[in-house]
Each structure stands twice: as structure tokens, then as C-alpha cells.
């Protein structure tokens, strides 16, 4: 394998000769002229990230520090250069000992080479810092990742609930409350029958301070950076969060009384832009701005903690219609409403864009085995294209999820890791990644990965 890069700047020649006229004379240039050759720029290499997913890789790594081990020396080999351990999956538990904010990971449900099962964490050596330990040894940046506003999760097949929601019952008050067709009801509610991650309101002042708790916790280990997942509303979209915290908070926002609430907003059960009622603009941008001033303050945070720590976040590419989730990730340099996004950005929604308090930012290129190279959304290369547009000059990595994007689920995909690979990371501004370990373990994409990777330093000699 050829991992040039280690001497790629021994490459960059200065070039600081002197014009000569002859071969005798020595000529002194004008005054204005300058005395040497402008420097030859160094080559930067791009970050390559893969995501290591708590629950996709539970039943190898939790128990077994081998094993982890094991794939990190793989990762290293492939050219990858850093890593992103998520540490609390949507339980909202956490796989780390040093934490005075949250409760030890003891088991997740997952998908295990028998089946649907659970897997008990029996280990007591610290997971976030065996990661920290191999990682460093090998030369990789590790980012620990955790799932933001989540805290609860309700299994499949049966198999019940878990976390923090269910189990203590003081913070069940902190579910995100969903506006149905039959009312407002919490997303705890035995009739919301759907298995998935259980949310947090995040305009509630206790979660946000619990979160930050965590998030203080991880900070004081020696990682290199943190990253936000799930930094967002629940997976309902439009229909959260309406608790009476969110509806203070809004009214105080918007400076007015609702006398119909939500219907002032959207209509009862409304789950789509259509169904968006007086304020529904100002809803949003209410929204943007709750994730926004979250993101102020758990940067500010985390750099408390540790100021070499680079911040950020992941999320989704597909920003025409990321306003769903309550989120606005451009920079606030960029102004969607007058880039043709009017039906859902009023002129207000720019200014809660929050990129410029991150250091890096995370990008799900999450498009098809077969939409790679493209100019718009859903194409990996117009994923990465377009958000440089938004994000103006702060560094992101863009990315495909080589397992559960429509065309990667069944495998098989070998040789589109490399176009994949080269879509995204000439597409975006710091780097790429993978999502996730997991899948380039299971597909055992990891020659196709080093392969990728090597055509990428290969054509930083040209």
C-alpha cells in the first residue's frame, strides 16, 4: 500500500533562485520586482474519518479490547486518518467511566451474528478511553460522538425499552411532546406504537444542562474532538416538539399570546409544511434558533474544558429540508430565503445558522449506490458540493453510508468505495468519511477503502 503521505511535504521546493542575464553577470532585480518565485503551495492533506456506530459494532467491541484492537490496526492501514467513537447511543447511556452527568452503558439491542438480542456490557475497562489509547498509539485523530437529544429507546420484536426515559421517572418530564391527531402526547406514550429512538425536548433548560454535563464529562478526556449527533427535534418532523415549555418559549420569542395552540402554528397532527398555519415561519426560525443557542453553549462548553478541542457536529446534507428537524447548519452568512427557500426560511431563519461555532462539521452524503457523482442533492458529490455553498469557509468532511443507503444495504459494492470515496472527499473541503466501521467490516470493503484512499494521495503528486 502506498500512504504517501507521510513525506508529501518534503515534496513542496521552494524555488528561490535568482534571474541571472548571462552566464557571468549576476542580475539584481527592480526595486518593486520581487527577489524570488512565489512558494510553491504545500499540499494539504484531507481528513478520511470513519464512523464506529455504538450499537453496529456492541457485540464486538464491547467486550473485547482484541478486537478493537484488531479493526483500529485496519483502519490505520487503509489511509484512514481519524476516528469518531460514538459514546452514548439513543439510550442515552454512556460508554465512558469518568462522568458525574450520566448512567454506564449495561446493554444495548442489536443485531448480533444469532439475530436480534441484547448484549450486556460485562467489561469494566473504559470504553472512550480504550478507543483514546489505541487510537493515539496508531497516529489517529479520535473524536468521541455522542447522540444529542435522544434518551430512550423502544426495541422491536418485542423486546421492550430502555434508558433513561423509562427508567427514571423524574426525567420523563423531558420527552419531546408530539402534536397527533388525538392531541398532544408524549413521545413515551404506549399508543405512539412505532419502535425507535425515544427524544428530548431541546428547549427544555434541564435537558440542555444535562447534555452539557455530558458533554463537559468528555471533554476533560484526551480526545481530539467531539462531534454532535442527533443535535436535532425527534424523528416526527413537524409534529414536535408542542409541550408547554416550547410554547412559552416561542410565545416570549415571537412576542404574542397564540389563542389557538397549535393551530396558530399547523393543524393538529399537521406533519407537513402545508399544514403550517399564521406562524408557522417564525415557528421555524424559533426552532433553528433553540438548536443554534444550544450549540453557542456547548461549545463554549466543551472549550471551557479544553480549548484545543475541535467542536462540531454531524448531520444530514439534505438541507432543503433539514428545516424539519429544527435545524439550521449553514453558516449565517448564507441566507436561504433569499436563495429560494421561501416557503419555509423567513428572513429571520439566517441568522440562526451555527456552523461558525464549529470547528468541523460532518456531512451525511447519504445518497444511492448509483446517484455518486452528480451536482444536486441526493448525488454524494452534489451532497458535498452544495455545502460548501452554505457553509461558506468552515471545514466539513462529506460522506456515504455504505450500509444502509438505498443500493449499499445488501454489500456487493466494492468497487463503487473508491468512486465514493473520491466523490466526496475532492467534493468537500476537509476531508470524507465512512458510515460506517461496522458495514466496511461486515461487506469487508477494507482493500476497497485502501484503495480508494490511495488513488486520493496518488493524485496529490500529479
Not at 62 to 78: G, H, M, Q, R, Y
Not at 261 to 284: C, H, N, R, T, V
Not at 364 to 375: C, F, L
Not at 414 to 431: E, M, R, T
Request: glycine letters at 8%; hydrophobic letters at 40%.
Amino acid at each position: 500500500m502506498k500512504l504517501k503521505h507521510l513525506f508529501l511535504a518534503a515534496t513542496a521546493i521552494l524555488a528561490t533562485a535568482c534571474s541571472e542575464k548571462n552566464n557571468d553577470v549576476m542580475y539584481w532585480p527592480e526595486p518593486d520586482a520581487p527577489d524570488t518565485k512565489p512558494d510553491t503551495p504545500e499540499t494539504v492533506e484531507k481528513a478520511r474519518f470513519v464512523w464506529i456506530d455504538a450499537g453496529g459494532n456492541f457485540e464486538r467491541f464491547a467486550n473485547s479490547k482484541e478486537n478493537i484492537l484488531a479493526d483500529l490496526k485496519k483502519v490505520k492501514e487503509c489511509g484512514f486518518t481519524d476516528i469518531v467513537v460514538d459514546v452514548r447511543p439513543t439510550t442515552g447511556d454512556v460508554l465512558f467511566d469518568k462522568t458525574t452527568a450520566a448512567h454506564r452503558l449495561e446493554k444495548l439491542d442489536v443485531w448480533t451474528s444469532a439475530g436480534y438480542a441484547w448484549v450486556d456490557r460485562t467489561a469494566s475497562w473504559d470504553y472512550l478511553q480504550t478507543f483514546i489509547d489505541y487510537g493515539h498509539e496508531l497516529g489517529l485523530n479520535v473524536y468521541a460522538s455522542i447522540n444529542t437529544f435522544v434518551g430512550g429507546y423502544k426495541c422491536p420484536y418485542g423486546m421492550g425499552t430502555i434508558g433513561m426515559l423509562y427508567r427514571d421517572e423524574d426525567r420523563a418530564g423531558w420527552a419531546t411532546v408530539i402534536n397527533t391527531a388525538d392531541g398532544f402526547k408524549s413521545t413515551l406514550d404506549p399508543s405512539i406504537d412505532d419502535y425507535g429512538a425515544r427524544f428530548l425536548n431541546p428547549a427544555n433548560d434541564d435537558v440542555q444542562a444535562y447534555i452539557i454535563g455530558i458533554l463537559k464529562d468528555i471533554a476533560a478526556y484526551d480526545v481530539d474532538g467531539i462531534l454532535l449527533d442527533r443535535c436535532r427535534y425527534s424523528d416526527e418532523g413537524l409534529q414536535t416538539d408542542f409541550s408547554d415549555i416550547s410554547r412559552e418559549k416561542f410565545e416570549a420569542y415571537a412576542g404574542v399570546s397564540l389563542a389557538n395552540y397549535p393551530e396558530d402554528i399547523i393543524a393538529a397532527g399537521g406533519s407537513k409544511l402545508a399544514d403550517g398555519k399564521q406562524y408557522m415561519k417564525q415557528w421555524l426560525a424559533f426552532r433553528a434558533k433553540t438548536i443554534h443557542d444550544f450549540i453557542v453553549k456547548a461549545g463554549d462548553a466543551v472549550r471551557g474544558v479544553n480549548p484545543e478541542i475541535k467542536f462540531g457536529a454531524y448531520v444530514g446534507a439534505w438541507y432543503s429540508t433539514y428545516y424539519e428537524s429544527g435545524v439550521n447548519w449553514a453558516h449565517p452568512d448564507y441566507n436561504p430565503a433569499a436563495d429560494g427557500f421561501t416557503s419555509w426560511a423567513n428572513a429571520d431563519y439566517r441568522n440562526y445558522g451555527y456552523a461558525d461555532h464549529c470547528d468541523i462539521m460532518l456531512i451525511g452524503a447519504y445518497a444511492s449506490a448509483d446517484r455518486i457523482y452528480g451536482t444536486g442533492e441526493w448525488s454524494s458529490q452534489g451532497f458535498c458540493t452544495l455545502a460548501g455553498k452554505y457553509l461558506k469557509n468552515v471545514p466539513y468532511a462529506g460522506g456515504p453510508d455504505v450500509g444502509n443507503s438505498t443500493g449499499w444495504v445488501d454489500g456487493n459494492r466494492a468497487a463503487d468505495i473508491p468512486k465514493v470515496i473520491d466523490a466526496c472527499i475532492n467534493a468537500s473541503s476537509a476531508g470524507m468519511f465512512i458510515f460506517d466501521l461496522c458495514h466496511v467490516r461486515k461487506f469487508d470493503y477494507w482493500n476497497a477503502c485502501r484503495t480508494g484512499i490511495d488513488n486520493y494521495l496518488d493524485s496529490l503528486e500529479k
